[in-house]
């Protein structure tokens, strides 16, 4: 079967560090994408692992280990502009099967 | 690129009609994508286009629910006698030869 999870909330504060953890219980995947999710908004892609390890873009970065079923992304410097909701996401090919979604809160 | 489009953004129904979304992907995607999504959950994927073949469809999906890409330009998705549990947000994506998922601003259904 095809199980994402992660995190429901996080909070943080403004300038701090926070990762967003994934699990997943799935395999014969091309990749794991991040997601986010304004309330009210589209989802909007932030960033793609095809591969084991990490990708960095910008204050963004995420990092997928195949053998230990998991990724993570990493935002730093927080804004209170990341408020938002984030999700991962696998890649079938013909399909991505998305995460429940953790909401971040930034807190001044 | 003028993003994907979605017509209309909100739509209310009575119980028991049928509905039609729009969707107009980016230009040069040849690949489509409709999900759902309901109030603090993730999309739920529903189906998938390749120009304009439908090549994946969920085994979840309700035979009440058909998509089309005639042309494989736009897509429509039809809800036949809606119910209150068709409440939702319907989004559209397209995607090009990358692994991006570009999404429209959605359609959210309201079932009375």
């Known amino acids: 079967g095809q199980s994402l999870e992660q995190p429901s909330e996080v909070t943080a504060v403004e300038g701090a560090i926070v990762q967003i953890n994934c699990t997943y219980q799935?395999?014969?995947?091309?990749?794991l994408s991040w997601y986010q999710q304004h309330d009210g908004g589209a989802p909007t892609f932030l960033s793609y692992n095809a591969l084991d390890g990490l990708e960095e873009t910008g204050r963004f970065s995420s990092f997928l280990s195949r053998s230990d079923s998991y990724g993570y992304l990493l935002l730093q410097e927080l804004q209170m502009k990341d408020s938002a909701s984030y999700f991962c996401a696998v890649n079938y090919g013909q399909n991505f099967v998305f995460g429940p979604g953790t909401r971040l809160s930034v807190l001044p | 690129d003028t993003g994907v489009s979605q017509d209309p953004r909100h739509k209310i129904t009575k119980r028991g009609q049928n509905v039609t979304f729009r969707c107009d992907p980016i230009s040069e995607h040849n690949r489509l994508y409709w999900y759902r999504q309901t109030l603090g959950q993730g999309p739920e994927f529903l189906t998938y286009?390749?120009?304009?073949?439908?090549?994946?469809k969920s085994r979840l999906l309700s035979d009440r629910f058909s998509a089309e890409r005639p042309k494989g330009s736009f897509s429509t998705l039809e809800i036949q006698r809606t119910e209150q549990g068709d409440s939702a947000m319907y989004l559209c994506?397209?995607?090009?030869?990358?692994?991006?998922?570009?999404f429209g601003s959605g359609t959210q259904l309201s079932v009375l």
């Open positions: 286009f390749q120009n304009e073949a439908q090549l994946e």
């Open positions: 799935t395999s014969g995947f091309y990749g």
């Open positions: 994506a397209s995607r090009g030869q990358n692994e991006k998922l570009f």
